[in-house]
């Protein structure tokens, strides 16, 4: 199992090649107030002075410090290793150059530090430092800046807060172990580092707990209460270390001295307890827990980088390869386009929109819901009165009264109703035409991917098929045109569907038949006192003139025959405009249908391919993007590394996790 932790370092290492950790990785957070002995506690751990000290805020950047153990160098030197140094270091950013002398690694860390902050400031890039020695345990650390109450010098007013949520982002990884550093001389109730832990860590599952600086306890006191985890318990354990002092520091005290004036410490005052606590305890103890952890997290991490190949794989897919043959790819673009706008249409496309409809199903839905409902919703007399009726009769009778109703007025007032169709008939055509437009930007969505590679294409090909359409557009308007023309031209009451004329004309020719036999009865006949309704205005349809200077009536009751030619010529009308709504309802979608959306099938591929491929434009148009080649090269890059890290994981035999 000892082999966990450097297969996990192993896997940090692929992953920062790409400038990226797309897998939380298992790590050790070291979270603790500002001079809670937090860097004494990790220099311990490696054995060697290499930390920045100083007043203030010194560790402004995350530190991820991977331990490696290696061979004496006495072994190395049989093995003819090239490395002639015991322990050594090496840095992320500073490309095969080795450090052999600790304090240069201090430097570098400084210095790293400052390139990127300023003004005593903080920043989330993490600096990674890699340390060899025979002297230490595999281990990977990651300091993280102390935590503060009060800015110091140019510091930002809200370092407190800015602080607070660096730590937060780190320790919120699932697969981290929480690290916490407490001084002996503060109260542990009021300790920031365990209350940050236990936000992200509510049971205490990954939490240890460090209380530094024993020695500096006040005289007659001890943590022996707190070391017990009677004061606050912790989950995975409570461990005490004495952190070398600032005379130790000035004095240049090894941390080789220190540790063993340490253990001399703990027996002299935690006799019970000296086994369990100290550096070397504390070493044996994270790289247990550490190994334990990643074993535990092991099975997720697998399936997260098979999930995460499969995710990029197929976005590398999706960029497709680079263009080799022009020819071919604008042919395989064009066609690939045609038949998905074809399919859209058909409903046959492999991306069906399940939130609204679309294609041929929303033409569908113009047919027969918005347009049929439409012409249902208009009433046959609607906008024509009774007033309008008579005036007609008697404008298409001239200077005789008749004894009839005229044909010709019904023929005027049918047509002023049949020509109430064409409007919607051909709104319908442009909502046709308008959901035509809409499946261009569907396709270039969903189906056609290569189109997001070389935006001059997709342009290109968005204005031959936006200009096909409005070519198509006056056609198709004058044939709906001429639809409504074609009924207007010729009525035709002799049409099978008008039951109606053949009854009116019975029923007339009976009227004419009375009115011949008892022509006394009509000429002596008054005005019923029954007879229906007012007309407004109807004593002289024509502008009143007065020419006897009396009162002309503002309107009349309606004689019987008035009334029964009105509804002579309401019936008609009626029956003929349902005729003719019938015929249009049924014509105006096959119009459509074949002067516009067939058209357009049928010819939209032959019209991509005559305007655009051309020998002049094919360079121009498959012009990727500029993003899409640095994306393409980035996912690869990510899928390499995904690839490797699989085969990483895969060494991993069963037996080495017990």
Known sequence: METLIPIINRLQEVFLTVGAEIIQLPQIMVVGSQSSGKSSVLESLVGRDFLPRGSGIVTRRPLVLQLVNVPPLEERRKQEHGIKAEEWGTFLHCKNQIFTDFSEIRKEIEEETERTTNNKGISPEPIHLKIYSPNV???????????TKVPVGDQPEDIETQV??????????????????????????????????????????????????LDLMDAGTDALEVLLGRVIPVRLGIIGV????QHDLNTQKTVADACRDEQAFLQRHYPSLASRCGSRYLA??????LMHHIRDCLPELKTRVTVLSA???????????PVEDHSATLLQIVTK????????????????????LCGGARICYIFHETFGRTLQSI??????TELDILTAIRNATGPRPALFVPEVSFELLVKRQIKRLEEPSLRCVELVHEELQRIIQHCSSYSTQELLR??????????????????????????????????????????PDFTDAAQVSASVNSQQTESLDGGKRWKNEKMPSEDKGLVPGFGSPAKAVNLLDTAVPISRKLSTREQRDCEVIQRLIKCYFLIVRKNIQDSVPKTVMHFLVNFVKERLQSELVGQLYKQPLLQELLIESQDTAQQRTEVSQMLEALKKANNIISEIRETHLW
Request: charged share 20%; aromatic share 4%.
């Open 242 to 245: 004495v952190n070398r002092s």
């Open 454 to 495: 070389f935006p001059k294409l997709h342009d290109s090909i968005v204005e031959v098929v936006t200009s096909l359409l409005r070519k198509r557009l006056p056609i198709t308007n004058e044939m709906v045109h001429n639809l409504v023309a074609i009924e207007l031209a010729y009525i035709n009451t002799k049409h």
């Open 137 to 147: 345990l595999n281990l990977t650390l990651v300091d993280l800046p102390g935590i």
């Open 164 to 213: 607070q949520e660096m730590i937060l982002s780190f320790i919120s990884n699932p697969n981290s172990l929480i690290l916490c550093v407490s001084p002996a001389n503060s109260d542990l109730a009021t300790s920031d580092a365990l209350k940050l832990a236990r936000e992200v860590d509510p049971d205490g599952r990954r939490t240890l707990l460090v209380v530094s600086k």
């Open 284 to 289: 044996r103890t994270l790289s247990r827990l």
């Open 311 to 321: 995710q990029y794989q197929a976005r590398l897919s999706s960029y497709g390869e």
């Open 337 to 356: 386009f045609a038949t998905d706008y074809c399919n859209t249409i058909e409903g046959t496309a492999r991306h069906i929109q399940t939130s609204e």
């Open 379 to 384: 009433d046959p007399l609607g906008g024509l």
